[in-house]
């Protein structure tokens, strides 16, 4: 881990502050302030280690590394909702005839006719959209959405790195995005 120049000192950065020393003293506070803005604890485990990961790579570069840190975990926070509120979750129902297999409610009683029409066109383009995508990029997508699990989880069970999977998912994300577009699904 790079050391910080024993020449730069002051309120933000103590002479000689390591990355180690600023992430015995940042992680627990960080993670208090990521969840306050997520309300989730493993993705504010996920903001957090990403901001160190960002750190680590431009440390020497990073004058005030400590509110440097704060503004990254915020900006990540934020990024994350804005995300996750672009993505409407499809409500899983146990039919009436097997209660063991779950299914997609796709109806929802307060749209209109066309509307109802509109959305299950939709939903089959979502569906051909993924199948356009290569199975690692829909297996990411099938462990984001399906089983609810963080970057970390992800990780763990496809032996990607964290940010890999942040980036796989991401690009995934924003092929599935073009191809709705194309199709005139969303503007």
Do not use: C
Request: hydrophobic residues 40%.
């Amino acid at each position: 881990m790079p050391e910080a120049r024993s020449n730069e000192s002051g309120p933000d950065r103590p002479a000689a502050e390591t990355l180690e020393e600023l992430f015995a003293a940042l992680e627990s506070p960080l993670l208090s302030y990521a969840l306050r803005l997520l309300h989730d604890a493993d993705m504010a485990q996920d903001v957090v280690q990403e901001a160190f990961v960002r750190l680590h790579a431009q440390f020497d570069q990073v004058r005030t590394p400590r509110s440097w840190l704060y503004r990254s975990v915020h900006n990540l926070a934020l990024n994350h909702q804005r995300r996750s509120n672009r993505t409407v979750p499809l409500r899983t129902t146990a039919p009436s005839d097997d209660p063991a297999t779950p299914t997609l409610e796709l109806a929802d009683p307060s749209l209109l006719p066309d509307e109802q029409i509109a959305r299950w066109e939709g939903v089959g383009l979502v569906r051909l959209g993924l199948k356009s995508l290569d199975p690692r990029s829909r297996e990411l997508i099938r462990l984001k959405f399906e089983e609810n699990l963080s970057y970390k989880e992800i990780s763990a069970r496809t032996g990607l790195t964290t940010s890999n999977v942040g980036y796989l998912l991401h690009h995934s994300l924003k092929s599935l995005a073009a191809e709705l577009v194309k199709a005139g699904l969303i503007p």
